[in-house]
């Protein structure tokens, strides 16, 4: 008899991170003697997760902690303005390998290679089709819930470029995913152009000739040794994330809002074929139908336990050009309908 392999009920792996954005957040809400208990539990972390700088948290966590904050301290620019003073340095091991290299794009290259070891849930991308430009991703993670964690990102990665080079550097243009009516005049004044909200992606473009500007601090023997070391502090995250099975959920969790996640599309933009997919992924013991629904499962469990996030729209996230598809799909796994999942797990 053939055996059944049911798909699994969570994610593989949560996507991490250091928690240096989450823990800068913190001690700006301990300046201004905000009682952190209740913003970390919101959050799903405890003092431990923040006070040990060694433990890892999950990347949606930090995200929760920057959009909690801001509220807090009702400072609507918050993540803009938490970039802005942060020693560079603490970003550690990656910004040295970064600094270390001969010119930008080694430099920004070596960021998207190694962006792992500091946040799993962040993916940096350079390109030279218009510009210079360099896109971040998000990996697992619902973007439409975010906008200060993305806004320092952006910061952050100006203020990295200038300090490579030397140089005060003016991006030609940049292009966020979410929706704001306007920004201060000392943040666009300190970027040094106009920013594109609701775009088609999140991104920064500079001029193409930046690529080859010179680091300051090039050092080919140091970078070489931290380039080793950075090579084994990605140690199994790399090797979790050239499995097939996660390609192919990095894939999932981009086109699922789209309705697009089809084996097809997927077999395409990892090129190869449909049928060389299913081969990859039944040597690791999986179906494309069951990666897709496994997906589909933990997102959802996960999605439902927002209360800010409407059913409508949890069911486009995942795919669903209609709720009543959702809502036999969700009755199917769980035997509850998503209201009725919602209501027993609140954490009200």
Not at 107 to 132: D, K, M, P, Q, W
Not at 141 to 153: G, L, M, N, T, V
């Amino acid at each position: 008899m053939k055996t059944v392999r049911r798909p699994a009920s969570t994610l593989p792996s949560i996507p991490s991170s250091t928690g240096g954005i989450a823990r800068l957040a913190c001690a700006r809400l301990r300046d201004e003697q905000v009682a952190l208990a209740p913003i970390l539990s919101a959050a799903g972390l405890t003092a431990d997760d923040i006070a040990d700088s060694k433990r890892r948290i999950a990347a949606r966590a930090q995200i929760r902690i920057l959009e909690l904050a801001a509220a807090k301290l009702q400072d609507d620019c918050f993540g803009f303005r938490l970039a802005q003073g942060f020693e560079l340095g603490e970003i550690g091991l990656l910004y040295y390998v970064m600094a270390s290299s001969e010119q930008l794009g080694d430099a920004l290259h070596i960021g998207g290679r190694y962006c792992a070891i500091n946040n799993e849930g962040v993916r940096l991308r350079t390109s030279l089709e218009h510009g210079f430009g360099i896109q971040f991703e998000y990996v697992n993670i619902d973007r439409s819930s975010d906008r200060h964690h993305a806004e320092f990102w952006l910061i952050a990665l100006v203020r990295i470029c200038r300090a490579l080079t030397g140089g005060r550097l003016a991006p030609t243009q940049i292009k966020l995913r979410h929706y704001r009516r306007e920004i201060p005049l000392d943040v666009r004044s300190q970027l040094g152009c106009e920013i594109e909200f609701a775009a088609d992606r999140d991104e920064v473009l500079f001029p193409s000739q930046i690529g080859a500007l010179p680091v300051v601090g090039a050092d080919l023997h140091l970078n070489k040794m931290l380039l080793q070391y950075a090579d084994q502090a990605l140690g199994d995250r790399a090797s979790r994330r050239t499995s097939v099975r996660s390609r192919v959920e990095d894939q999932i969790a981009r086109l699922l809002p789209h309705g697009k996640a089809s084996a097809v599309e997927i077999a395409r933009r990892l090129g190869m074929s449909r049928r060389t997919l299913a081969r990859a992924l039944s040597s690791e013991g999986l179906s494309f139908s069951n990666v897709l629904e496994a997906f589909r499962i933990a997102l959802a469990r996960r999605y439902l336990k927002e209360a800010e996030l409407p059913i409508s729209e949890i069911a486009w996230l995942l795919g669903y050009s209609e709720v009543s598809s959702f809502t036999h799909a969700f009755v199917r796994w769980t035997g509850d309908t998503p209201r009725a999942y919602r209501g027993s797990n609140s954490d009200g």
